[in-house]
């Protein structure tokens, strides 16, 4: 099923129903889904993933490990040159299951707009 079908639900290991102490559903009709998370500092998210594709409205930014199920490291913001600054917009494909530990002095705080399709 297409997530542009009436009936179309999101599975498990979507972000709001896998993780649901880091995201939240703000706004949903059959366009768009609005999608707030907050990873405080210091915090690791349970396994999930996102909806492509995502327009990202970044509110607060920080440092950040993405590990896949297994818990091997897929992305180390803190290694990348030059100093990883996350930009206020971003867009995103779609990101297979991942956690999402935040390893800076910042909550990591992210407005997602789904596109539906």
Same mark, same amino acid.
């Given at each position: 099923? @297409?997530?542009?079908?009436?009936?179309?639900?999101?599975?498990?290991?979507?972000?709001?129903?896998?993780?649901?102490? %880091? %995201?939240?559903?703000?706004? @949903? $009709?059959?366009?768009?889904?609005?999608?707030?998370?907050?990873?405080?500092?210091?915090?690791?998210?349970?396994?999930?993933?996102?909806?492509?594709?995502?327009?990202?409205?970044?509110? #607060?930014?920080?440092?950040?490990?993405?590990?896949?199920?297994?818990?091997?490291?897929?992305?180390?913001?803190?290694?990348? @040159?030059?100093?990883?600054?996350?930009?206020?917009?971003?867009? #995103?494909?779609? $990101?297979?299951? %991942?956690?999402?530990? $935040?390893?800076?002095?910042d909550d990591l705080h992210v407005?997602?707009? @789904?596109?539906?399709?």
């Open positions: 099923m @297409e997530r542009s079908d009436p009936g179309w639900r999101p599975d498990a290991m979507d972000g709001p129903i896998a993780a649901p102490h %880091h %995201h939240w559903v703000l706004f @949903e $009709n059959d366009r768009v889904r609005v999608v707030e998370t907050l990873v405080p500092a210091g915090e690791i998210t349970p396994v999930h993933t996102h909806l492509p594709p995502t327009v990202l409205y970044v509110l #607060s930014g920080s440092h950040f490990l993405r590990r896949d199920p297994d818990g091997a490291v897929k992305l180390d913001t803190r290694a990348i @040159e030059p100093p990883f600054s996350m930009p206020p917009v971003m867009w #995103s494909d779609g $990101n297979p299951a %991942h956690t999402l530990e $935040n390893t800076g002095p407005i997602g707009v @789904e596109l539906k399709g």
